[in-house]
């Protein structure tokens, strides 16, 4: 499961409209929950992520939500809590990069310090050949009883075509977007590494991303080391 570190957000709501109108996303329905399911490279159960909305805010058409999220593994065991803000006004949508950190216990290091960063931006309009912002997050992780700087970054993020897909939640015409993940780790002596891996995500316009393919960096390989795919939604 130690791919999923590198997913980009689930269920991330954006439009493909000048004025969108962030009340119909799923994020802003308080309480609603949607249920994840993470495969391995050969196509297994690896785990399943749930996000349950906690709250929500809506100030003059700008909503703001706490989203929390817990990571089970193959058997049903938590291994992991976390929360993560979503934003939305006219121009688009935006998640919180500690959403990324959710996944941090199916790695062999833990995080010693808060993330700190941005947010992972959705424009409000989407077409083929749209390029969309890179994120980037930094913080401080524990190795084998050592800290170390962890830095990571999503970029070359672009809407390469339009497909319509079908999970157990729905069907749904997607953007597909492609993305390159960077991550590294800093510290003293030789104690550092680096890791890249690619994407491909669906992306429903005025839901969010419904399927993630972790892909080799610049997504050429054609099978994915692993995928996440929406299986439930309750509102």
Same mark, same amino acid.
Request: proline residues 5%.
């Given at each position: 499961m130690?791919?999923?570190?590198?997913s980009? =957000?689930?269920?991330?709501?954006?439009?493909?409209v000048?004025?969108?109108?962030?009340?119909?996303?799923?994020?802003s329905?308080?309480q609603?929950?949607?249920?994840?399911?993470?495969?391995?490279?050969?196509?297994?159960p690896?785990?399943?992520a749930?996000?349950?909305?906690?709250?929500?805010?809506?100030d003059?058409?700008?909503?703001?939500?706490?989203? @929390?999220?817990?990571?089970?593994? @193959? +058997?049903?065991? +938590?291994?992991?809590?976390?929360?993560?803000?979503f934003?939305?006004?006219?121009?688009?949508?935006?998640?919180?990069?500690?959403?990324? #950190?959710?996944?941090? !216990?199916?790695i062999?290091?833990?995080?010693a310090?808060?993330?700190? $960063?941005?947010?992972? @931006?959705?424009?409000a309009?989407?077409?083929? $050949?749209?390029?969309?912002p890179?994120?980037?997050?930094?913080?401080?992780a524990?190795?084998?009883?050592?800290?170390?700087?962890?830095?990571?970054?999503?970029?070359?993020?672009?809407?390469?075509?339009?497909?319509?897909? +079908?999970? !157990?939640? $729905?069907?749904?015409?997607?953007?597909?977007? =492609?993305?390159?993940?960077?991550?590294?780790?800093?510290?003293? $002596?030789?104690?550092?590494?680096?890791?890249?891996?690619?994407?491909?995500e669906w992306?429903a316009?005025? #839901?969010?991303?419904?399927?993630?393919?972790?892909?080799?960096?610049g997504?050429?390989?054609?099978? !994915?080391?692993?995928?996440?795919?929406?299986?439930?939604?309750?509102?």
């Amino acid at each position: 499961m130690k791919c999923f570190l590198l997913s980009l =957000t689930c269920l991330l709501a954006a439009g493909t409209v000048a004025a969108q109108d962030c009340n119909k996303y799923f994020y802003s329905t308080p309480q609603a929950s949607a249920e994840i399911s993470l495969y391995n490279i050969g196509g297994l159960p690896d785990g399943k992520a749930v996000y349950k909305v906690e709250s929500v805010k809506n100030d003059k058409g700008v909503v703001m939500a706490n989203i @929390r999220a817990t990571l089970t593994d @193959r +058997t049903g065991r +938590t291994v992991s809590k976390g929360s993560f803000d979503f934003k939305c006004d006219s121009t688009g949508a935006s998640v919180d990069v500690q959403q990324y #950190f959710v996944y941090m !216990p199916l790695i062999s290091y833990r995080i010693a310090a808060m993330p700190t $960063g941005g947010y992972l @931006r959705y424009p409000a309009v989407l077409s083929v $050949g749209t390029k969309l912002p890179d994120g980037y997050v930094r913080t401080e992780a524990t190795v084998n009883g050592k800290k170390m700087k962890l830095h990571y970054q999503i970029k070359n993020r672009k809407v390469v075509g339009k497909e319509k897909i +079908t999970t !157990p939640a $729905g069907t749904w015409t997607c953007c597909v977007i =492609t993305y390159d993940a960077n991550s590294s780790l800093d510290g003293p $002596g030789d104690g550092g590494s680096a890791s890249q891996l690619g994407g491909r995500e669906w992306f429903a316009p005025g #839901f969010g991303v419904v399927k993630t393919h972790h892909l080799s960096p610049g997504g050429k390989s054609k099978e !994915p080391y692993g995928t996440q795919v929406l299986t439930k939604l309750t509102k």
